[in-house]
């Protein structure tokens, strides 16, 4: 064999023991980012929480008889909508929910029954099936209207937590108190352990939260909400 040949042999052999060095190292990659997306309450203990005591668990937005009113800003890709955001009980599941300017027009408009958000107006570049939807499955969360096969408590004593988990298919959401102050603090969506949609909940006053931000990780949808009333 001449020089050219070996030298020929020799890349090759070089390329093939790189490409598997790189998809070797893919690999271990690929795991890691799997282990960092794994559940983290897998290693605590789970105890079955009866659904039709859903009312018990410490959460004030759904049960509250009142109106709330909420000072909102809403960043949805390059849109920036700003204006008073209000909620109001009107039935059992049933919520009326407006979004209205500073000066009183209409945003929108909607009804949450039972989990199915009615459309009652809408302003028409918000007024996609896609963006009804997502306004349904935040408001769902907000208020604990998803439909759930089975809720869960999870108690996590080194983090001072108690957990509550609403499983629905491949959907889990959990609402996360503070053991201390008996408030809920954080909700989080996630879809076979992938954190979709997160809910930071602070500054209570009359056990109602006076600032909400709620953010989505797989769109561009931010919401800031703090009450005024």
Known sequence: MNIEHRILNFKIKLQINISK????YSILFLILIISSCSNPYKNLTKTEYP?????E???????????????ANINFYKNDISGLLIIKKTDNN???IALTTQFGLKIFDFELNHGILNVKHCIEYLNKEVIIKTFQTDFNL??????????????NTEMNQNIWQFSSGKINRY?????ESEKIENISSKKRNSEKISVGLHNYKANIPMNITLEHHNIKLKMN???IQ
């Open 21 to 24: 060095f790189i998809f070797r």
């Open 51 to 55: 659904i039709n005591d859903i009312q």
């Open 57 to 71: 668990i410490p959460y004030a937005l759904p049960f509250s008889e009142k109106a709330l009113i909420y000072k």
């Open 94 to 96: 049933i919520y009326r």
């Open 142 to 155: 907000l208020l604990m209207q998803n439909n759930t096969e089975a809720i869960y408590f999870i108690k």
């Open 175 to 179: 609402y996360i108190q503070n053991s």
């Open 225 to 227: 909400l703090k009450l």
